[in-house]
């Protein structure tokens, strides 16, 4: 039997601190996640500051519960790993100092993951035999690109927002239209009540053949749209507004992926990051992927959004092959995909 491999996982990127105890890259022994939502939700979006500072409170206690609720020590460690970018610097730097600190007290490995390739192995943690090539679609509050995932070695972005991550289009209109932070759910519970077809909103569709998305446009037609109503004294349809704004990201999400998919004769779609949890995009995406005969694969929601086990499962592959990082990492806010 093969020895088993057991990894301390911390992501603090953005506003969630967590930590996760994950064996052989797929046995979620623990994934312990404090949202700060709560704190952030009165700004409207996230205050880097305070999401450091909540990191700082939160990453000691989080990292107990994990290795509590996994019934492990931290001499029973192989490695610790740590998400080191892309994110917000302060609050990476948290996570990241802490993980440096006892990767040093416990003479065991460090592991930088990069935060997109965490998301992408939400994806293997739960189907670890996900048919490759793959396309990765991540949409999240801070990232909307398409992944190329030749093997767990080679992958390649075929496209990335040029703008506003499709979250955060989400977040943003959702906030001229009155909604609570973070937007994606409320706005999506609102549309159910439109009509997607009422407003016929803008779809990015850039150069012909390319991967690369842009939803700032489509959120200024959207608040525009209202101004314009407002000025008239015209009264909106507010379920139809986001019918119809949700119709248009997910239209232009989807076409995209598929376009995608046969450019480089995918065998899978996998779909991660908190924007997965649109009961649309999934719709879509699977009906369109079962007219084609491609399994579409989504992780379950707490696994899409932001959490250590998928840190703790791609860093099970990088222990594989020994991709080991030296004391001296640095958090890298905008970490090209490698
Ligand atoms: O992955 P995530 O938790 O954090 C980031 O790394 O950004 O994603 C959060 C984003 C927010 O913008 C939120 O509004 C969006 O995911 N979201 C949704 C839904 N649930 C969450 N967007 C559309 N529909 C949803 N049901
Ligand atoms: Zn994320």
Known sequence: MEPETTILAIETSCDETSAAVVVNGTEVRSNIISSQIEIHRRFGGVVPEIASRNHMENLIPVVEEALG?????????????????????????????????????????????????????????????????????????????????????????????????????FDKVARVLGLSYPGGPSLEKLARRGNPEAINFPRAWLEEGSFDFSFSGLKSAVINYLHHAKQVSKEVNQADVAASFQAATVEVLVTKTINAVQKIGAKSILVVGGVAANGLLRQELKSTGEKIGLPVFYPQPVLCTDNAAMVGCAAYYQYQRREFAPLSLNAIPNLPLY
Request: charge should be neutral.
């Open 69 to 169: 609720t996994a019934k492990v020590d931290f001499k029973d460690l192989d490695a610790v790993a740590v998400t080191y970018g892309p994110g917000l610097v302060g609050a990476l730097l948290v996570g990241l100092s802490y993980a440096k600190s006892l990767a040093y007290v416990l003479g065991k490995p460090l592991i930088g993951v990069h935060h997109l390739v965490g998301h992408m192995y939400a994806g293997f943690l739960e189907y670890p035999n996900l048919p490759l090539p793959a396309i990765c679609l991540v949409v999240s509050g801070g990232h909307t690109s398409l992944i190329h995932i030749k093997s767990h070695t080679e992958r390649s972005i075929l496209g990335a927002t040029r703008d506003d991550a499709a979250g955060e289009a």
